[in-house]
């Protein structure tokens, strides 16, 4: 095992591994999306956005068992694809995701250590702005339940009745095993499943609902270039983008950092 020595590297590393589920989806007739700050950087730059660590890809609930069986049969070391119960005893989040097991991003012993390319699913969700709210209360709660099952929580990190309150969510949620957990989150993100509804969300993005999409938008796609390939976004990416960053032509640096580069 070897860590990436430089943001140049890993965005080699992480846009064969793009390359793979590519191919992999297009061999399979599977529908997946460019998403969030790889979709930006796509759209704008035609590459990746400088500081991004990672890759972004959305799935459709309806194809996500799908994607998820094509990705266990064909991906070979040192890719894997692993879910959040993959992790057991331990728990990061509720985004599966494609990982290469042969290179680390720093120095530290924590969880989401290896080159990704995460999987945000994209549930049903109801007109309904009270069922909308409680169907984000819920899944909020579930996640925060989840915090007892980090491998370590640092309570430097937390002031006052914050650190309260982190002591008393992770307390409570020891009641409760992982596998319950993930049960608990999975059937609030499927509430609405076999329901006919006008939009959709990111159903396992770790701060909750971002913005409610057009049921359709995800019906048709558009090739963008990336790189030195083509790969899908929604044909109305300026519509999905806006709703979600507003001016998202404007660079800012944004999201969470996992990468630690040499110096």
Not at 49 to 54: A, G, K, L, R, T
Not at 177 to 206: G, H, V
Not at 215 to 233: G, H, N, Q, R
């Amino acid at each position: 095992m070897r860590k990436a020595e430089s943001i140049e590297e890993l965005h080699g590393i992480l846009y064969d591994m793009l390359l793979e589920v590519d191919r992999i989806c297009k061999e399979n007739n599977i529908r997946y999306f460019l998403a969030f700050g790889t979709e930006i950087g796509a759209v704008r730059d035609h590459g990746f956005i400088p500081w991004d660590d990672d890759i972004d890809l959305k799935v459709m609930r309806e194809d996500y068992e799908s994607f998820k069986a094509a990705m266990k049969k064909n991906l070979k070391a040192p890719l894997e694809f692993v879910e959040p119960i993959d992790n057991k005893p331990y728990f990061f989040d509720f985004v599966p995701r494609l990982i290469n097991t042969e290179v680390t991003l720093s120095g530290e012993d924590k969880l989401q250590n290896h080159p990704a390319v995460d999987i945000f699913l994209v549930d049903h969700v109801p007109a309904d702005k009270k069922l909308q709210k409680n169907m984000y209360r819920k899944l909020k709660m579930i996640h925060a339940l989840t915090i007892s099952k980090r491998r370590r929580i640092d309570y430097k990190d937390y002031k006052g009745i914050q650190k309260l309150g982190i002591f008393v969510i992770s307390t409570v949620g020891k009641l409760f095993s992982l596998e319950k957990l993930i049960e608990m989150y999975d059937r609030q993100q499927r509430k609405y499943e076999k329901e006919k509804t006008p939009f959709r969300f990111t159903s396992n993005f770790a701060f909750g609902i971002q913005a409610f999409y057009d049921f359709d938008i995800y019906e048709s796609a558009t090739e963008v270039l990336m790189e030195k390939d083509k790969f899908p976004c929604p044909a109305r990416y300026d519509e999905e983008l806006r709703l979600v960053y507003g001016d998202y032509m404007t660079p800012k640096k944004m999201g969470i950092v996992h990468f630690e580069e040499n110096e």
